[in-house]
Nanobody, 124 residues
């Protein structure tokens, strides 16, 4: 089994920044695409960003493009989400996920392993 653990959530003011980290263990991390998703109260989980195993391909949702950056350090088995210019609508629990398929995807249903989530709250 793969274990994913997120770090870095917290409280920030609108316009501020946070950097989330996700540490993976139990499998060869560098082989697989990784993604970040979020879920706000009363809403379904939604795609935020994804990255291929090599880091060469990155996808972002329209709502975060230009503000968030996904990256990975395979030597550390860690994927990051840099969040800048945060808005109150970004408030959610953020989840790291691993996809065992070959191709990186934005589809929530394609991801096989999930972290426990970390809360991000943006005040106005």
């Amino acid at each position: 089994q793969v274990q994913l653990v997120e770090f870095g959530g917290g409280l920030v003011q609108a316009g501020g920044s946070l950097r989330l980290s996700c540490a993976a263990s139990g499998r060869t991390f560098s082989t697989y695409p990784m993604g970040w998703f979020r879920q706000a109260p009363g809403k379904e989980r939604e795609f935020v960003a994804a990255i291929s195993w090599s880091g060469g391909i990155k996808y972002y949702s329209d709502s975060v493009k230009g503000r968030f950056t996904i990256s990975r350090d395979n030597a550390k088995n860690t994927v990051y989400l840099e969040m800048n210019s945060l808005k109150p609508e970004d408030t959610a629990v953020y989840y790291c996920a691993l996809d065992e398929s070959v191709r990186v995807t934005t589809n929530t249903r394609e991801y096989d392993y999930w972290g426990q989530g970390t809360q991000v709250t943006v005040s106005s």
